[in-house]
């Protein structure tokens, strides 16, 4: 893959397997410094060491891939690997399964050219998103996949009468679609911004990572608000994303922030308090605590949102660091340097107020009990109406759930009631 064709969006450096999997005796190729795929294939076991977390996923001829991350155990990947990304220096190791015999891993795959009545031509590969162009010459996103990638029907089903159906300024507008026998495309608007992930934290393929100002900082943290309000509430159902995190928030070319990849979302039923569902769904570093035992409500996105306002105030992703963000921000408190957790980038004057602000809404967020939670409504009434103010946090760190500080800490959470 071209750094040209990354830039446009143009994913044609996909990858296959060079040879079959039917070895009994499987190696591991090792991935540094990546972010691991989406674990909705996924299924994690904290009790697991890293060398049982290898021998589970060898003698397993399901399990595709493994990881081992210190605060979360192990976690292994018994479907498609999807969702990965190579960073230059954050990231975690993962280790993907090939067969012993293997020369070379992957090969690339070649491009495939088919004329469509929605568009004048379309490159088309084994890769989730592509870039397409209208008769009219207008650009769209194009999402390529085998009825396989969504899990079944029920799954497709879920992303095309979701999306058809939402209208927002901060979610990601479906143009179109199509299903052809075993092939499946959607069509949304192009995004010229790329990912807030790309955006705050960068890629080996790109040139530098922007550098975000506070004020833009904030519009961001809105905009993602609004839009998981609408989805909550104001769209005549109750829809929960099960995926927020930096990757699914796209930006327009004019910094909008837009909610992408409701190919998991779930209608939430009013008179019921939480789903239980058997499969977590979401990435690991932003499922809410609760969806480990299947219980899954709206408060499961305001955790995950709560982690990309800390992941968005710092620049840095949650799981750069082994204790994780909320543990970083509560010894912050603590030791009276809140300030410390802000991006070194955000160096022109920017209000420190507002960031404290911000902070405390995040921590109500991601308190571990979900009826504890603020709903999305209070959310986005707190970070637009700068004269109401968030209730008081939890002076015990026992309520912000898996953290390494002890838990019988008391928090000094006065330093954010500081303007």
Known sequence: MNEKDWKKRIFA???????????????????????????????????????????????????????????????????????????????????IRVASNSESIYRKTHPIILPLSIAAVLVLLAVVIILGILENGEEIAVKRAPRIFFNGSEQLNNE?????????????????????????????EFMHNHSLDQLLFGTELMEEVLELNWEQRSRLIQGISSGLLYLHEDNGDTIIHRDVKPANILLDRNMVPKISDFGISRLFEEDRSFFTTDTCGGTRGYIAPE???????????????????????????????????????????????????????????????????????????L??????????????????????HPPTLPVQASHWGNIVIDRSTVVDSSTLLQT
């Open 13 to 95: 450096g996909g990858c296959i397997r060079n040879d079959p999997l039917n070895d009994t005796h499987p190696g591991f190729v090792t991935l540094t410094n990546v972010k691991l795929p989406d674990t909705i294939n996924a299924i994690s076991d904290e009790r697991k060491s890293k060398s049982e977390c290898a021998s589970w996923c060898q003698k397993n001829s399901s399990c595709m891939a493994y990881a081992y991350i210190g605060w979360q155990g192990c976690l292994a990947w018994f479907g498609d690997i999807i969702d990965m990304q190579k960073f230059l220096n954050a990231g975690d190791d993962l280790y």
């Open 160 to 188: 095309l009468n979701l999306i058809a159906r939402l209208k927002h300024k901060h979610l990601v507008k479906l143009t179109g679609y199509c299903i052809q026998q075993q092939e499946i495309i959607l069509c949304f």
């Open 291 to 365: 969806l480990q035992s299947g219980m899954l409500s709206p408060k499961s996105d305001v955790y995950s949102f709560g982690i990309v306002i800390l992941e968005i105030i710092s620049g840095t992703r949650n799981t750069s660091f082994t204790s994780g963000l909320v543990s970083l921000v509560l010894q912050h408190l603590n030791e009276g340097r809140i300030l410390d957790l802000k991006d070194a980038r955000l160096t022109e004057p920017c209000s420190d107020g507002e960031i404290k602000r911000s902070i405390h809404i995040a921590l109500l967020c």
């Open 367 to 388: 308190l571990e009990e979900p009826h504890r939670r603020p709903d999305m409504r209070q959310i986005n009434h707190w970070l637009t109406c700068q004269s109401t």
